[in-house]
């Protein structure tokens, strides 16, 4: 029996380790897919690694795209912006409004 993920249960909560993030990005992958909004837009982390840099939960920590997480961070190596195609992170952060500092908590 197959189980049916809603896509509300991809929504990232950045106010749990880095560890289960991840887990969550590849056990949701391709479909329904791990994603945060930002200004409104929806964006899907398809692949991303545990970092090791500190900082709030949810801040962009770098400008490569390092989120803060309860423990750890998390590097995204991968992402889609909503309607758009796949990116590997710096051809996204070339277009990127995301930038260091932003907060991706319920923006």
């Known amino acids: 029996?197959?189980?049916k993920l809603k896509k509300t249960?991809?929504?990232i909560n950045w106010n749990i380790k880095a560890e289960e993030i991840l887990g969550l990005i590849n056990g949701l992958f391709p479909l329904p897919g791990?994603?945060?909004t930002y200004k409104g837009e929806r964006y899907k982390i398809l692949r991303a690694e545990v970092g090791n840099s500190k900082?709030?939960?949810g801040i962009v920590l770098s400008e490569n795209l390092?989120?803060?997480c309860k423990e750890g961070s998390l590097k995204i190596t991968e992402i889609q912006r909503e309607g758009k195609?796949?990116?590997k992170i710096g051809e996204f952060?070339?277009?990127s409004r995301i930038k260091k500092g932003s907060n991706l908590n319920n923006v």
């Open 55 to 57: 900082g709030e939960p």
């Open 1 to 3: 029996m197959q189980i």
């Open 93 to 95: 952060l070339l277009g």
């Open 85 to 87: 195609k796949v990116q």
């Open 34 to 36: 791990a994603w945060f």
């Open 66 to 68: 390092e989120i803060g």
């Open 9 to 11: 249960e991809g929504k």
